[in-house]
T-cell receptor, first 113, second 115 residues
């Protein structure tokens, strides 16, 4: 069975500071991992995904994530936070029997001016 | 390219009433999903369709929830009768083929409040 754990339900950073959102996965098979962002009253938008190619994945809006098998992690980073990055971020792992996603509980990012 | 459309955006009902949500996926997408997102939690899959057939409905409370995808395009999710704990955002998503590597594209959701 697949699952993801997002450490830290709330993260606050200053504008211009490094953003680090943590995601650890549990999977009995090689996982496919996704990061989504959700702005208030909107659906989820894909930031990036890992599908067993390069372990460092670059996404939209300057975000990137590194797949580390030894640590079972797929943390999301951005070198410099912008006010517009304030949102809810979800990590998800794809099921081994198809495209069923298992989402984490989310991390709310606040950017302090 | 048009995204996933959902309606209504908001719905308020009293417990024991019925409600239905509609979803129109991205054109050409074979796979359609309904998720329930309770406040403060991540989305939870309720049902997955491949064309007009059900792939997975193991987490759908079948005593009160039903869903259909006639002609393999639009889909409707129904709750009858609603309970207080059904208050949530109901998200519809679609993907091209339903492969594990496919991106799921989400609609804006329907926020349901059950009083």
């Amino acid at each position: 069975a697949q699952s993801v754990t997002q450490l830290g339900s709330h993260v606050s950073v200053s504008e211009g500071a490094l953003v680090l959102l943590r995601c650890n996965y549990s999977s009995s098979v090689p996982p496919y991992l996704f990061w989504y962002v959700q702005y208030p009253n909107q659906g989820l938008q894909l930031l990036l995904k890992y599908t067993s190619a390069a372990t460092l994945v670059k996404g939209i809006n300057g975000f990137e994530a590194e797949f580390k098998k030894s640590e079972t992690s797929f943390h999301l980073t951005k070198p410099s936070a912008h006010m517009s990055d304030a949102a809810e971020y979800f990590c998800a792992v794809s099921g081994d029997t198809g495209n069923q996603f298992y989402f984490g509980t989310g991390t709310s990012l606040t950017v302090i001016p | 390219e048009a995204g996933v459309a959902q309606s209504p955006r908001y719905k308020i009902i009293e417990k024991r009433q019925s409600v239905a949500f509609w979803c129109n996926p991205i054109s050409g997408h074979a796979t359609l999903y309904w998720y329930q997102q309770i406040l403060g939690q991540g989305p939870k899959l309720l049902i997955q369709f491949q064309n007009n057939g059900v792939v997975d409905d193991s987490q759908l409370p079948k005593d009160r929830f039903s869903a259909e995808r006639l002609k393999g395009v639009d889909s409707t999710l129904k709750i009858q009768p609603a309970k207080l704990e059904d208050s949530a955002v109901y998200l519809c998503a679609s993907s091209e083929q339903g492969f594990s590597t496919d991106t799921q594209y989400f609609g804006p959701g329907t926020r349901l409040t059950v009083l």
